[in-house]
């Protein structure tokens, strides 16, 4: 009887549990575990790509609800000519993702890497003086960040501006303008787009101290000063060559301590090439770990790949003998690293 009982009983329970038995369902694609992880998952958008790879097209499309530009919103895409822009490209990726329902990540405003010529050179000439710089600054952030105002989620305003010493990078912003270009970056973007969550990016932040000390510095001065800035980005380029930075999670902790969001925004794994099924393992480790950390962080609200596939990779233009840092092949087949992504659940 007692035992009668407790079998009713265990059944009634099961009836009324709100487990659903598929509960542990691995998800069928990317959309859906980002729906039940409620990150954004995302990629980096290959522009030339995305306009003539129907296959490329269809799997961004199916798998992401985030992306981000590659190079397409790059000051030297965007104004390739004094005051002459071409917004083709950036567009594209826009409108594919307002008909995909996908967030965009704007990337990137103001960064030391591929300016256009024009303003290298009339900076070096001293052609444009420092006056003008920060005129053509402040008019370069609130013309793009107008032009896509309301659509886009995200910002990463500036990028990679603590160097590998820990110091503020000597860019040609810090040259002329002085550290002052941070705060006016910030406080341009949110005038012209004040929805938009206003990012510093950065590689190396997920264990490199110093950047880390410095970059929290920057950010306690920023929100002293009441200056508009919302998130950190870790860029997460990762190699297998190196361990795994063991410490990402309480690095990201923080940060997000400071009631900043967070975002880890161009994840990759590189490895020496050739690549065995070892490595491969490996790789899948690193990525279910840094998918995890931001899962494993309330204010984490983004996980990105820098590209999804390895016909598409900046690595081996980057990193001589490097490659396949990416979750899938060249033929778009799932390598471990994308399966190791649908097993990350929320604890
Ligand atoms: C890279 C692109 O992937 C390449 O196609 C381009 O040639 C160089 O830039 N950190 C960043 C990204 O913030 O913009 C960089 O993207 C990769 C490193």
């Known amino acids: 009887m007692k035992r009668l009982l407790s079998g009713l009983a265990a ?13 542990d369902r691995t998800p069928d694609d990317l959309r859906e575990l980002s729906r039940t992880l409620r990150v954004h998952i995302g990629s980096a958008v290959d522009a030339t790509a995305l306009a003539g790879e129907a296959d490329y ?38 409108e594919n993702a307002r008909r995909n329902r996908q967030q965009v990540r704007g990337h990137t405003l103001v960064w030391h890497n591929q300016l256009p010529a024009w303003l290298i050179e009339g900076v070096d000439s001293g052609a444009i003086d420092a006056r003008e710089l920060r005129k053509i600054l402040r008019s370069h952030i609130m ?11 995200a910002w990463d305003v500036v990028n990679e501006v603590v160097d590998d010493t820990g110091k503020l990078r000597d860019s040609i912003w810090l040259k002329h303008l002085g550290p002052g270009y941070i705060a006016d970056a910030f406080r341009w973007a949110h005038q012209a787009d004040p929805r938009a969550r206003l990012y510093i990016n950065d590689y190396n932040l997920e264990w490199d101290a110093k950047k880390i000390e ?48 967070a975002a880890i925004t161009e994840a990759d794994v590189r490895m020496v090439m050739p690549a065995t099924a070892e490595k491969l393992a490996t790789q899948a480790d690193y990525y279910q ?39 899938m092949d060249e033929n778009l087949a799932h390598k471990p690293a994308y399966d190791a992504l649908l097993a990350v659940r929320r604890k």
């Not at 013309?143 to 989620?153: D, L």
């Open 143 to 153: 013309t793009e960040v107008g032009r896509y105002r309301g659509k886009i989620r």
């Open 57 to 94: 097209r269809r799997v961004l499309n199916q798998e992401f609800n985030h992306v981000t530009a590659e190079n397409a919103m790059k000051w030297e895409t965007v104004e390739p000519q004094r005051g002459a822009y071409d917004w083709e490209a950036a567009d594209a990726v826009v």
């Open 214 to 261: 410095t970059t929290l510095g920057i950010v306690k001065d920023l929100k002293a000063k009441r200056v508009p800035i919302h998130g950190i980005g870790f860029q997460g380029h990762l190699g297998i060559q190196y361990d795994y930075p063991g410490d990402f999670a309480g690095v990201m902790r923080r940060f997000t301590d400071l009631g900043m969001e």
């Open 289 to 327: 770990r840094m998918l995890s950390t931001c899962v494993a962080n309330k204010r984490c609200v983004e996980f990105t790949v820098w590209g999804f596939t390895d016909r598409h990779s900046w690595v081996p233009d980057w990193f001589e003998g490097e490659g396949a840092a990416n979750i």
């Open 11 to 23: 059944i009634a329970f099961a009836l009324a549990a709100p487990l659903p038995a598929h509960a």
